[in-house]
């Protein structure tokens, strides 16, 4: 099964932007609505933002509106998630998958630590 491969986590300060990149490499990646997620320590899995299969409507969660912004480079195959001014609340395993999300396709996703 093709997966989903996350990366671009990593330790940043507090205000600190990264990118996250998420290659999926089935061929039918340009037909699937994205969405990227995250785990925060001791939490669940929440939904944080998803973009349609064209990349022309993109959906943020209002709790980091402002701060992330989802983008897709389909020639690439490839799901962005670019996060600015992040706090210590923003500490997660971030994932993408479809949006829905489907259970058959999460990754292994990629840690973000938020700390001074």
């Known amino acids: 099964q093709e997966q989903l491969v996350e990366s671009g986590g990593g330790l940043v300060q507090p205000g600190g932007s990264l990118r996250l990149s998420c290659v999926w490499s089935r061929d039918i990646f340009k037909k699937f609505d994205m969405g990227w997620y995250r785990q925060p320590p001791g939490k669940e899995r929440d939904f944080l933002a998803a973009?349609?299969?064209?990349?022309?409507?993109?959906f943020i969660r209002s709790s980091v509106k402002g701060r992330f912004n989802i983008s897709r480079d389909n020639a690439e195959n490839t799901v962005y998630l670019q996060m600015h001014n992040l706090t210590t609340e923003d500490t997660a395993i971030y994932y993408c998958?479809?949006?829905?999300?489907?259970?058959?396709?999460w990754g292994r996703g990629t840690q973000v630590t938020v700390s001074s």
């Open positions: 973009i349609s299969w064209s990349g022309e409507t993109t």
């Open positions: 998958n479809s949006y829905p999300s489907d259970r058959d396709y």
